[in-house]
């Protein structure tokens, strides 16, 4: 059963650092793009970052870009680690993070409606 498990999320100040981590296990995610998405309490889900199944292309929400960093491990076992290093956090990334996973990095241009798989979510908080 395909299977995404988000680790790491917690508590910053502002200013600090958070790394996220996705495991994707149960099925061939080899072939798939993957990436974070984040909602943040009475808000919409908005896309954060994500990068295509070979880790070469990445694609970041604009408020996002030079802050936060997407990478991909190359698999073990058949698992697939994908990373969201997070620096220079502000208050306002304070938001449940989701990892997922869509058939193309193209799929992440189109809101959430291309997303197959979603993760439980991992709270992210960030105090001033």
């Known amino acids: 059963q395909a299977q995404l498990v988000e680790s790491g999320g917690g508590s910053a100040q502002t200013g600090g650092s958070l790394r996220l981590s996705c495991a994707a296990s149960g099925r061939t995610f080899s072939s798939y793009a993957m990436g974070w998405f984040r909602q943040a309490p009475g808000k919409e889900r908005e896309f954060v970052a994500a990068?295509?199944?070979?880790?070469?292309?990445?694609?970041?929400?604009d408020s996002m870009k030079g802050r936060f960093t997407i990478s991909k491990d190359t698999a073990k076992n058949t698992v697939y680690t994908v990373y969201l290093q997070m620096n220079s956090l502000k208050p306002e990334d304070t938001a449940v993070y989701y990892c997922?996973?869509?058939?193309?990095?193209?799929?992440?241009?189109?809101?959430?409606?291309?997303?197959?798989?979603w993760g439980q979510g991992t709270q992210v908080t960030v105090s001033s």
């Open positions: 997922t996973a869509a058939p193309f990095l193209a799929s992440y241009g189109q809101g959430s409606a291309q997303i197959e798989y």
């Open positions: 990068i295509n199944w070979s880790g070469s292309s990445t694609y970041y929400a």
